[in-house]
């Protein structure tokens, strides 16, 4: 569930990763691939989260991966993670926040207090991946679903709750939304694709505990997932989850820095989402395209302005 690629621009000069064993520094030269056993390898850390964190599952495979890089004097921290997803959706509108949310925030704030605890020195760091936030399901419904009926349909041998139907009061009682474990269908799509699904950020309320740590970019692209798979739908969303902004890249506050400002009209930072049209798998990839500034990187690094890489 976890693996990077990073590519190097040949151009680039002094370039270095950190090795965690030894604590150092080692030159960047020609292409290392690293496999097998990547918990043993010094160049990265590579953790799962404790098993008791999502007891569910009979064993996990979420996580995270961290490599530290330093780029013309510029260090920073890269960390490829992979948080729970949302097991039920009976069970995610159950309450507001979810369980699952309670679950998330917990395992984030684990990968965040290793990356900057005292081990190694602290820098800037950029945190990425697929982490499952959901939009808060109850106030989603709540919301599509505001002027319709609900019926509760019970698993006759045990009494649970195994479907919930939403129906308009008028209509001929039209069917807006099947909710069951994994099936999430509501009849009109186009509320995710229209302006980019904007209108249901309000409830992307997952990173809000983190904003004392955590700064992300405003989003301008429509939720990430959870895509058909059919390569003739490429826009088309699967009726299994609500549709959310799970693939997300952040930063620390300090990584902002080596973000460089335009200072003119042209648009030098992107983040925006990657195949629109096209069938890229059940989540669509995401990615965060900038410069690197000068001098952000170490207090040294600007007075010899050797942090401007192209």
């Known amino acids: ?177 099947q909710l069951e474990k994994k099936l999430f269908d509501y009849f009109n799509q186009d509320v995710f694709r229209d302006n980019n699904g904007t209108a249901l950020l309000e409830f992307d309320r997952e990173l809000s505990v983190f904003k004392d740590k955590l700064y992300e970019l405003d989003i301008s692209f429509p939720p990430s997932y959870p895509y058909s798979e059919d390569s003739s739908q490429g826009r088309q969303y699967m009726n299994t989850r609500c549709p959310a902004w799970c693939d997300r890249i952040l930063m620390s506050h300090s990584a902002k820095e080596l973000i460089l400002k335009s200072e003119n009209d042209e648009k030098i930072v992107i983040y925006d989402h990657i195949g629109p049209n096209v069938c890229m798998g059940d989540h669509k990839p995401v990615f965060l395209s900038f410069r690197i500034a000068a001098g952000a990187g170490k207090p040294i690094a600007n007075v010899h302005k050797c942090c401007v890489v192209q």
């Open 1 to 177: 569930a976890l693996g990077s690629f990073y590519f190097l621009h040949e151009s680039l000069k002094n370039i270095y990763q950190f090795d965690f064993k030894a604590k150092k520094y080692k030159k960047v030269t020609g292409k290392e691939i690293y496999s097998d056993t990547l918990e043993s390898t010094p160049m990265l850390e590579k953790e799962k989260f404790p098993q008791d964190y999502f007891p569910e599952c009979k064993w996990s495979r979420k996580g995270f991966i961290r490599t530290r890089w330093c780029i013309t004097d510029c260090a920073f921290d890269l960390v490829n993670i992979h948080l729970f997803h949302d097991a039920s959706n009976l069970i995610a509108w159950e309450t507001s926040p979810s369980v699952y949310s309670g679950i998330r925030h917990k395992a984030l704030g684990y990968v965040l207090d290793r990356i900057i605890d005292q081990r190694f020195e602290k820098v800037s760091y950029f945190v990425f991946g697929d982490f499952n936030f959901r939009l808060d399901a109850k106030a989603v419904v709540e919301t599509l679903c505001a002027k319709a009926t609900m019926q509760t349909i019970r698993a006759a041998d045990t009494n649970e709750v195994v479907k919930l139907i939403f129906r308009e009061s008028d209509n001929d009682r039209k069917v807006m939304l």
